[in-house]
């Protein structure tokens, strides 16, 4: 309960017919002193007593229309107020918006006598993640204004907002979507799953279920059969979220076409009950990790923080690319060491070992790096990126290869997403195939697989002008 101004004074009245009472010796004045405070007190017990018995009384509805709504979109709510007999004191019930959402709430009076209000709100989202509107709040107010109380009633509501999805989403290979089922896996293992592999002779401590009789009546002797297995794999999705996904047009950026190629990915795995790890990778490096886990909440974790995932800030800009060991050894015998240039740069490039302790400072190769000490055992690497580091990348699927694992590779072309790259769409096709080798080449290493990822519009702009130089019909 909260007392107001008039309360204090009445109050302070109290006090001061007290000391003057001493003062002047007027037992008239103490007598009116204590009337004055018992009135008060025995006020504000009705206060609270009454306050008590309408909330008692009070049956809250907060609905929300649509609990999963796109960013930048707005959801229409509820609140309706309903007493089981007309209350004697009315009584005011508003919402507010939650952190992250914004909007005026809604606002219902039921005033002395009635049984029923409602009213309509508005709730805007002007960013993806899970919110929770509170719960509404009863306002009551003594009617001479001495007390007033805020309750809160009703139940709370959950909303997800989820990062605003673009329309014309293209994953494949070139102009080949992609197939179904990317998180499917299988196993050369055999054991008691439901597959036929092959059939062996019984030994001891087979059990004799898996003894196959048409086989057995055939060789007149005790044959079983095997099964081929699913494993339960390990997966870790690395999502790279640095300055550079950041390109693109409004909430059509390769951020925004990468994160809903993860998005559909969590499901997957989550659907299967297989374990997913969780690596963000920005400018500076690891943003955040989760090892493994099969656990349902870890994907649902997961899909939030992808929901709500931003850009970094570039530590700086205008890096360039780094050459890899192979371009660097070319490049070093190509200097015949005549000059002092020469000799200081030949040692540097012949120097694999110095390279690679360069790279380890880079963010993507070095948070995957970082994996490899904390997960042990075969792993899928699920690798969400851009083209704009070639040379990092191309180190980081090949040290993502470890034991038997596959890194699965899905590529943003900067080239379709940078605002002006089709206003000369003969030099945006020859970098797109530029891209296109970059892709090939990844995906021509062993337990490797790169897709495309990108505006299914802009990448059809880019082809047609392949078919024009080569003659094809549009």
Known sequence: MQVTRRYWTAVALVASLAVWAVVLERQLLLLGA???????????????????????????????????????????GELSVQAEEGIRSGVVVETTPPAGG???????????????????????????????????????????GLFGQRVPVGTESAVTVEPRAPRDLFIGER?????????????????????????????????????????????????????????????????????????????????DYARQVALAVVGDIRERGDALGWYAVGDRGLTETFAPSPATNQHRLITERLRSLEPTVAESEGQSDWTDPAQ?????????????????????????????KRFADQPLFGGLRTA?????????????TDDRNQTELR?????????????????????????????????AYRRYQAFEDFREELGSLSRVTVFEVSPTERLSTVLAADDSERGVPQ
Do not use: C
């Open 102 to 144: 914004d909007g005026a709430g809604a606002r219902v009076s039921l005033k002395p006598g009635s049984q029923r209000a409602s009213g309509s709100f508005e709730l805007q989202w002007p960013v993806a993640g899970s919110f929770t509107v509170p719960r509404p709040t009863a306002q009551f107010r003594d009617s001479l």
């Open 395 to 427: 180190e980081t699927v090949r040290n993502a290869r470890r034991g038997n694992g596959e890194v699965v590779v899905f590529l943003t072309p900067s080239v379709l997403f940078e605002a002006q790259s089709l206003a000369d769409v003969d030099d």
């Open 175 to 255: 102009d080949k979507r992609v197939p179904a089922g990317l998180g499917e896996h299988e196993t050369e293992q055999s054991g008691s799953g439901l597959t036929p592999a092959e059939i062996r002779k019984y030994q001891p401590g087979d059990t004799p279920r898996r003894i196959d009789w048409n086989a057995t009546a055939r060789r007149n002797e005790l044959y079983v059969r095997e099964f081929e297995t699913e494993s339960e794999l390990s997966t870790l999705l690395v999502f790279d979220h640095r300055a550079t996904m950041g390109t693109g047009r409004d909430r059509e950026t390769k951020l």
């Open 328 to 356: 660097a050894r070319q490049t070093a015998t190509r200097l015949d060491g005549e000059t002092a240039f020469d000799s200081k740069l030949k040692p540097f490039l012949s120097d694999t070992n110095a390279y690679v």
């Open 372 to 384: 490899e000490t904390r997960i042990h055992g075969d792993l899928r690497t699920i690798l969400v």
């Open 34 to 76: 204590v009337a004055l405070a018992s009135w008060l007190l025995t006020r504000q017990y009705r206060f609270v007593r009454t306050t008590r018995s309408v909330v008692g009384a009070l049956d809250v509805t907060q609905r929300i229309e649509d609990t999963r709504v796109a960013a930048g979109r707005e959801t229409v």
